[in-house]
């Protein structure tokens, strides 16, 4: 088929593992929607509500794709959240997570101040203490890679 002008010849983004899609590095919003649009099923419908969740709690939220995760960060404080799809759930990372209240429940040893819950399907999403972690996130410094 041939390309008529104004059409674009570019390429759905790849789902590598579990789903995850592969998405360039880039700064902004729109890798970040790209991301989001590429996710599969009821997990891009979960992100675009994380999405607007972080956007409505943090005014001038920085967006970033980086290792094809979305990263949500304040100027000049670092990253304080990001998620990425695995096959059977949405991990929601929090940098500097054993600083929230109430802790994020995942986390081992070698995650130091890092946590994070996972959310499956089925679960209850819990928005307000989503919300609650979010505004806290953001308030603390931030990861600088």
């Keep these: 088929m041939a390309k008529t002008q104004g059409q674009s010849t570019k390429a759905a983004p ?61 100027e000049g404080q670092g990253w304080f959240v990001s998620f990425h799809v695995f096959t059977h759930y949405l991990k929601v990372t929090f940098f500097s997570g054993t600083s929230l209240r109430p802790i994020p429940p995942g ?17 209850q999403f819990d928005e307000a203490r989503m919300v609650e972690w979010i505004k806290q996130a953001a308030a603390l410094p931030g990861w600088i890679p």
């Design 14 to 74: 790849v789902l590598l593992s579990g789903g995850n899609p592969q998405i360039a590095k880039g700064d902004g919003d729109a890798p970040v929607q790209a991301y989001m649009a590429a996710m599969p099923g009821w997990k891009r419908g979960l992100s675009e509500r994380l999405d607007a969740l972080i956007e409505h709690n943090v005014p001038d939220v920085r967006k970033a794709v980086r290792w094809n995760s979305p990263f949500y960060g304040v």
């Design 107 to 123: 986390g081992t040893a070698k995650s130091k101040d890092v946590r994070w819950i996972d959310i499956r399907e089925d679960d």
